[in-house]
Structure formats: structure tokens, C-alpha cells
């Protein structure tokens, strides 16, 4: 189904976007804590869209 597939792309987005930041990540200090924390919100809002999709995904199936 849709969602299943957008689901899975999600997670997988979700775990390859933990690592990838990390290694793109600059050499100067200032900038990786100002990337850091640009990183953590985005990765906080596509955890929490995530968490949408799997709810509703999940009511979609009981009905």
C-alpha cells in the first residue's frame, strides 16, 4: 500500500539521516554545533511525521 511503502521510506530516511549529517558535518567547531542542532530539529520533526504516518497507517489497517 501507499503508506507501507512511505512508511518504510520514512524509517529508512530516518536511520541513513542519523549517520549521514555526522559525516558531512564541517571541520570547524562553531559550525558543527550550529549544523548539529539545525540537524536535531529536522530530525525531530521527521521523527514526529513519522510517528503521524505510523498512527495513521495503523488505524487505516483496524478499519
Same mark, same amino acid.
Given at each position: 500500500s501507499f503508506y507501507q511503502s512511505s512508511l518504510t521510506r520514512c524509517i529508512l530516511g530516518f536511520t541513513n539521516f542519523n549517520i549521514v549529517p555526522f559525516i558531512l558535518i564541517g571541520r570547524l567547531? #562553531? &559550525? *558543527? %554545533? &550550529?549544523? &548539529?542542532?539545525l540537524t &536535531?530539529?529536522? %530530525? *525531530?520533526? =521527521?521523527?514526529? #511525521?513519522? =510517528?503521524v504516518m505510523l498512527k495513521t497507517y495503523l488505524q487505516m489497517r483496524r478499519n
Open positions: 567547531a #562553531s &559550525f *558543527q %554545533i &550550529f549544523n &548539529f542542532t &536535531f530539529k529536522f %530530525i *525531530q520533526r =521527521l521523527r514526529k #511525521s513519522c =510517528l
